[in-house]
T-cell receptor, first 115, second 112 residues
Framework: EPEVTQTPSHQVTQMGQEVILRCVPI?????FYWYRQILGQKVEFLVS????????KSEIFDDQFSVERPDGSNFTLKIRSTKLEDSAMYFC?????????????FGPGTRLLVL | GENVEQHPSTLSVQEGDSAVIKCTYS??????FPWYKQELGKRPQLIIDIRSNVGEKKDQRIAVTLNKTAKHFSLHITETQPEDSAVYFC???????????FGKGTHLIIQP
């Protein structure tokens, strides 16, 4: 069964550094999402992306965050200047068909630790 | 936007017994309710979902019920097994916007 993949699995960075998290969606999926999960807490929506532009973003997704799909395959989340509170697990999710009733499939996550 | 409340936060049951996890939601327009299982350090995995045109859905030992009038939905696991131990999240669409709003999760512990 096709799966969403993410790299790296773990990333340790210094506060103020830029990080790029990568996601390879399920083939033919066109709707992409980033979520984060702070340790021991619930999964929180960050941003949705379709047709090479952001569809929706939450209040968490401030100017430090950006997303793009640079090569038609990878879907990336960039954090420009990381803060301690950015430490979390970041999940990519993809969806094959439009609409809020369609299933989202999650990647294995990237555990980001900001020191 | 949608607000999802989930109870209990921790549930401990004896192996073989049933477990029930409950969620409420705020947006009456929501019509899709997935349940995800997350094992320690792993991705959330969809285990069952329900759409508002039905009141109950079953898949082997797992069932989900939906009460649209009361705006709540529940996950039922029967004949629990050790491998059912995990954190379970309910979710609902973000009030007409993209993405999902998740509950805070239930840590299900199956006692041998």
């Amino acid at each position: 069964e096709p799966e969403v993949t993410q790299t790296p699995s773990h990333q340790v960075t210094q506060m103020g550094q830029e990080v790029i998290l990568r996601c390879v969606p399920i083939s033919n999926h066109l709707y992409f999402y980033w979520y984060r999960q702070i340790l021991g807490q619930k999964v929180e929506f960050l941003v949705s992306f379709y047709n090479n532009e952001i569809s929706e973003k939450s209040e968490i997704f401030d100017d430090q965050f950006s997303v793009e799909r640079p090569d038609g395959s990878n879907f990336t989340l960039k954090i420009r200047s990381t803060k301690l509170e950015d430490s979390a697990m970041y999940f990519c999710a993809t969806q094959g068909d439009p609409g809020p009733e369609e299933t989202q499939y999650f990647g294995p996550g990237t555990r980001l630790l900001v020191l | 936007g949608e607000n999802v409340e989930q109870h209990p936060s921790t549930l401990s049951v004896q192996e073989g017994d049933s477990a029930v996890i409950k969620c409420t939601y705020s947006d009456s327009a929501s019509n899709y309710f997935p349940w995800y299982k997350q094992e320690l350090g792993k991705r959330p995995q969809l285990i069952i979902d329900i759409r508002s045109n039905v009141g109950e859905k079953k898949d082997q030992r797992i069932a989900v019920t939906l009460n649209k009038t009361a705006k709540h939905f529940s996950l039922h696991i029967t004949e629990t097994q050790p491998e059912d131990s995990a954190v379970y999240f309910c979710a609902a669409p973000r009030g007409g916007a993209d993405g999902l709003t998740f509950g805070k999760g239930t840590h299900l512990i199956i006692q041998p």
